[in-house]
């Protein structure tokens, strides 16, 4: 969804730079550049996650929502931010959960209104339970409601009604919202580029990623559950700093490897099978994303390594061409022409290459894209695409993955006899600096000969 108004509001006055080096809050910059292209005439609404109910009375520990968190740091479920551009008193109005103690010795602390302005930089603070008789008033004055309808059901209802009694206040004789706007484009376009502080944040996740990737290579035998492996590598995971991983981790021996998204983890690992692993650590709300593949046994058969070998070519030939200025296309048809005319060579796919990649033929063993952005959310946000163009250059402080793969499904026919079973993705995380690329997720191998020594090699 396009919001063509927030793309040609006025350039931002307050620079985030400027502004955090007056205030020291990159929060606070963040919100200030925010409203600097919303504008004086708008007012922004940002809803929490709602908890997740997981079974019968018990819930999933609670993630707070991403634009929640690059906005204010806020962590509490059950809150609304509210922006008012230019408003001279209370530009950041927040509505939150108030103190209770009862509660509090349930679930824990809460900042509660009276803490918002000191631990949360609100201007003005509102209990939660007071949203939809505040909220109208709020709104008095304002044009425009910059809202993301379609995510929450519960609060699209109180933004909505807010919307319109808001109007009946105005009746008519005032300024009153009187449009809908999608207020991600914009946010999403500063998410998608990295501040410093982000990019260290993303580099510890990273590194926190990689040492359980390693350790789950060091672990492996012969004889374990997916599961155990997966304890290893997020036991790793928690030992350097996160409290989970970014996403559930797919541990997939033999041709679990070639469901994409195994997230079952409970097949017994087998001498002779690969192991594919893409697991991540989820550090100060940044994760990693990382995709390895490695023998259970310690050695690649003759067939597993012809196929990790041409997955590796694709991933390193897009890696080396990543650079300011590139389309992000590229990268995508790199890894396709490597694969395809790997595949073409061993006599699995029929050439010539440009054919049968205009066919699409190479879809039956790699069937998705080879990357997308990375942040406070794993497949993290920021468009792909624009100027209604198929791509877009690539920028320094882009944060992204590189994770081309080839599965050989059992149930695809095309997968042939000496192959079936077999699936391989390598998965890197990178940075774009000013004239190149920095790999954030080296710190775990994937040349297949250091992979050979360390698996099983315990700690
Ligand atoms: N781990 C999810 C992905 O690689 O996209
Ligand atoms: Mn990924
Ligand atoms: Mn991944």
């Known amino acids: 969804m396009q919001n063509p108004e927030a793309e040609t509001a006025e350039e931002p006055t307050v620079t985030e730079t400027s502004l955090r080096e007056a205030t020291g809050d990159l929060h606070a910059a963040r919100r200030a550049r925010l409203m ?94 007071e949203l939809e008789e505040q909220l109208p008033k709020l709104l008095a004055g304002r044009t425009k409601l910059f809202y993301a309808l379609g995510i929450d059901e519960a609060m699209d209802g109180a933004a909505i009604r807010a919307y319109r009694k808001a109007q009946r206040l105005a009746r008519g004789r005032a300024p009153a919202p009187m449009s809908i706007h999608e207020p991600r484009d914009v946010l999403h376009e500063m998410r998608l580029i990295k501040a410093p502080e982000e990019i260290d944040a993303l580099r510890t996740a990273c590194r926190v990623s990689a040492e359980g990737h390693v350790r789950g290579m060091r672990m492996t035998r012969p004889g374990m559950t997916e599961f155990e492996l997966q304890a290893e590598i997020e036991y790793q995971f928690q030992r350097g700093g996160a409290r989970s991983p970014g996403y559930p981790s797919i541990v997939g021996g033999g041709a679990n490897a070639c469901v994409l998204h195994y997230i079952e983890n409970r097949d017994t690992l087998e001498d002779g099978q690969v192991v594919l692993v893409d697991a991540g650590a989820e550090v100060g709300w940044y994760t990693g994303d990382i995709t390895r593949t490695w023998p259970v046994g310690g050695t690649f058969s003759g067939h597993q390594r012809m196929i990790y070998d041409l997955v590796l070519q694709a991933q390193m030939e897009a890696i080396r061409i990543i650079k300011p200025g590139l389309d992000w296309t590229e990268i995508h048809k790199t890894t396709v022409h490597v694969i395809t005319e790997g595949l073409i060579d061993m006599g699995i796919l029929e050439g010539p290459v440009e054919q049968a990649i205009e066919d699409k033929t190479f879809k039956k063993f790699f069937m998705h894209g080879t990357g997308h952005w990375l942040g406070i ?83």
Not at 75 to 103: Q, S, Y
Not at 401 to 414: K, Q, S, W
Not at 417 to 437: A, K, M, N, P, Y
Request: hydrophobic share 35%; net charge negative.
């Open 377 to 459: 959310d794993v497949h993290d946000v920021g468009a792909y695409a624009l100027d209604g163009k198929k791509g877009r250059p690539l920028e320094p402080g882009m944060v992204f993955t590189v994770e081309p793969g080839i599965y050989f499904h059992p149930e695809e026919e095309a997968s042939p006899s000496d192959f079936v079973g077999i699936g391989v993705r390598i998965e890197d995380d990178v940075l774009v600096t000013e004239d190149g690329c920095e790999v954030l997720t080296s710190h775990v191998p994937k040349e297949p000969e250091e992979i050979e020594e360390i698996v099983g090699a315990d700690l």
């Open 36 to 129: 600097d292209r919303i504008g004086t005439t708008g007012a922004a609404l940002f809803g929490a996650n709602p908890a997740r109910n997981r079974s019968n009375d018990t819930y999933y520990a609670y993630r707070p929502s991403s634009d929640l968190l690059y906005l204010s740091g806020f962590e509490e479920p059950e809150a609304v931010m509210l922006l008012l551009p230019g408003h001279e008193e209370h530009p950041f109005v927040l509505f939150l959960r108030e103190r209770d103690l009862k509660l509090e010795i349930w679930d824990g602390p809460r900042v509660g209104v009276e803490r918002a302005r000191e631990m949360v930089g609100a201007d003005k603070a509102f209990p939660i339970s």
